[in-house]
T-cell receptor, first 109, second 114 residues
Framework: GQQLNQSPQSMFIQEGEDVSMNCTSS?????WLWYKQDPGEGPVLLIA?????ELTSNGRLTAQFGITRKDSFLNISASIPSDVGIYFC?????????FGAGTRLTVKP | DAGITQSPRHKVTETGTPVTLRCHQT?????MYWYRQDPGHGLRLIHY???????DKGEVSDGYSVSRSKTEDFLLTLESATSSQTSVYFC?????????????FGDGTRLSIL
């Protein structure tokens, strides 16, 4: 089946630093999505991307839909302690949607 | 918070017993989804529904069945639970573009099969 490779698996950063994570696949997707999950809760949709090359921002978060349609990137600028959590990418093609294994972000004050 | 309620939130049961998890929404969304979350695998789709009595299989549907008799309720049933079904189960709802996408997730049900 279609596999999503999300990297890095974990990140330890200092408050105020910028963060980058990405998701790649051997398959093409029509939609890329990014979610954040806090401990003990369900994931929350952060950004949805519907078009190759699309760049979308949500506050300090910016995500891009790769030109090849096989990858996506999420950047967080000026990280703050509440950015801590697990970030998941997801790719969708028709009725099939797959999630990456997640990037665990730790922010040190 | 989006109106999604999962019940129970925690359950411990024995191998071979039937288990039903319930998802209730107050958002009137067309699509409802059941996922399982396991370490190293992210979220994997079990089944989804695109309307009352309309359901389809996901990536890991073996051993699970679902039913949707009302827009607001989506039930996940393990007919005979196995230890491999120990997991955290999430319900999600959505409308979205095309065939829909999960936009809001519940807080999960932690299920342990002994």
């Amino acid at each position: 089946g279609q596999q999503l490779n999300q990297s890095p698996q974990s990140m330890f950063i200092q408050e105020g630093e910028d963060v980058s994570m990405n998701c790649t696949s051997s398959s093409i997707f029509n939609t890329w999505l990014w979610y954040k999950q806090d401990p003990g809760e369900g994931p929350v949709l952060l950004i949805a991307l519907y078009k190759a090359g699309e760049l979308t921002s949500n506050g300090r978060l910016t995500a891009q839909f790769g030109i090849t349609r096989k990858d996506s990137f999420l950047n967080i600028s000026a990280s703050i302690p509440s950015d801590v959590g697990i970030y998941f990418c997801a790719g969708r093609r028709n009725n099939d949607m797959r999630f990456g294994a997640g990037t665990r972000l730790t922010v040190k004050p | 918070d989006a109106g999604i309620t999962q019940s129970p939130r925690h359950k411990v049961t024995e191998t071979g017993t039937p288990v039903t998890l319930r998802c209730h929404q107050t958002e009137n969304h067309r699509y409802m989804y059941w996922y399982r979350q396991d370490p190293g695998h992210g979220l994997r789709l079990i089944h989804y529904s695109y309307g009352v009595k309309d359901t389809d299989k996901g990536e890991v549907s073996d051993g699970y069945s679902v039913s949707r008799s009302k827009t607001e309720d989506f039930l996940l049933t393990l007919e005979s639970a196995t230890s491999s079904q120990t997991s955290v189960y999430f319900c999600a709802i959505g409308e979205g573009q095309g065939t829909g996408q999960p936009q809001h997730f519940g807080d999960g049900t932690r299920l342990s099969i002994l």
